[in-house]
């Protein structure tokens, strides 16, 4: 089953405000852009940047646990992605923050020791779009699933068939750097 985030026009119209914020590069207005709206999931990830690029991981880390509970709270009652069930496009604008929030979930669950978490959220996120892996989680969870020892893992990416990578037309899209 297919779903996809909708954003409302209140939210668009605060999206763009939040495209022009994050066009100035200036961390200072991206932080009170979040402050006034704390549940903007691509300012949340903006502010998550900022915060790892200045060494602030606690906070890093932070900013992208509230972007997925931003995401998870305005998601439908059927959307449960852990059953392997749940698809989503990640062209579309309103789920890229999802994916990207996963992503960068599973590089910091990485970066601070938990390997094995790493290794679920990029199942997870494989599982979202397993075809078309749009956040290129099959080329980290071999890396992440052997580092927590979960062969098991490993051999069934192997036997999958799955193919690792970026398709032209991600790199087109611009999808290759949802992380």
Request: proline fraction near 4%.
């Amino acid at each position: 089953r297919w779903f996809e985030f909708v954003w409302s026009a209140d939210y668009a119209a605060l999206h763009a405000r939040y495209q022009r914020v994050a066009a100035t590069n200036d961390p200072q207005a991206l932080l009170v852009f979040v402050s006034r709206h704390p549940y903007h999931a691509d300012g949340l990830l903006q502010l998550a940047d900022v915060y790892a690029r200045t060494g602030n991981m606690e906070q890093a880390a932070d900013a992208i646990r509230r972007c997925i509970f931003v995401m998870e709270f305005a998601a439908v009652d059927g959307f449960r992605p852990a059953t392997g069930r749940c698809r989503m496009d990640a062209s579309l604008p309103a789920n890229r923050a999802f994916f990207a929030a996963l992503f960068r979930q599973a590089r910091l669950a990485a970066t601070m020791g938990c390997p094995g978490v790493a290794t679920e959220v990029c199942r997870l996120l494989l599982s979202l779009d397993p075809v078309g892996d749009p956040a290129a989680a099959l080329l980290c969870l071999d890396y992440y699933a052997l580092a927590s020892g979960r062969h098991d893992v490993v051999d069934a990416v192997a036997g999958s068939g799955l193919a690792a990578g970026f398709s032209a037309e991600q790199c087109a899209a611009g999808l290759d750097d949802a992380g």
